[in-house]
């Protein structure tokens, strides 16, 4: 039986949201090439990324059960990576400004001693206000945007940018753990993994 999680990820949201779920839990940074091809449907591309993140540390531990995600950020049927640099940020928020798009997150779970393979993926969607060049100049004061998926972070800052959300404000952060807890309760794994 497990009784503790790896995260193949580094992403320090990933591991705060893990904690906040009340999970035991050790991070193990998969080293993988992610798939970003712009052109590439955004559930297909995270549930890819989440599985090859998640087989990398599996094929390591394979007595481990192995938590791989991914997030990604979808204007109609265009994915907005990470920005290449502040410029292309700014473009990116400029293209979301008073308009909707949708968050897709895909989880994988592993564990190979248990024959557990399980892939998902979960959206949000999320509504920008109209934004000027000054609001985001004052928001990118706020939060550095190079590290996101579509230049923006809804941990802070959110109230100078968002105008709504509909779904989970935890997929949108980079891991939908009501989704995470649910999948583990089916799988009979959820009490075990508990730090109470």
């Not at 891991?175 to 508990?194: G, S």
Request: proline fraction near 6%; charged fraction near 25%.
């Amino acid at each position: 039986m497990y009784t503790s999680l790896t995260l193949a990820s580094a992403s320090p949201r990933r591991k705060h949201l893990l904690e906040l779920s009340g999970l035991r839990f050790r991070v193990h940074p998969a080293q993988v090439e992610e798939h970003e091809e712009p052109s590439s449907p955004p559930d297909d591309t995270v549930l890819h990324n989440a599985a090859i993140k998640a087989a990398w540390v599996s094929e390591r531990e394979p007595e481990s059960l192995v938590l791989g995600s991914d997030t990604t950020v979808a204007l109609e049927t265009e994915v907005l990576h990470k920005p290449a640099d502040m410029e292309e940020a700014r473009a990116m928020l400029r293209r979301l400004a008073g308009r909707s798009h949708t968050v897709y997150t895909g989880i994988c779970l592993k564990g190979p001693a248990a024959g557990i393979d399980e892939c998902h993926f979960v959206t949000s969607e999320v509504t920008f206000k109209p934004l000027t060049d000054a609001d985001i100049d004052a928001y990118f004061q706020v939060v550095n945007p190079l590290d996101k998926a579509g230049a923006y972070g809804i941990q802070e800052g959110k109230e100078m940018i968002i105008a709504g959300l509909r779904g989970s404000l935890h997929n949108v952060m980079g891991l939908p753990t009501e989704f995470l807890l649910d999948l583990l309760e089916r799988l009979n794994l959820l009490n075990a993994l508990r730090t109470q």
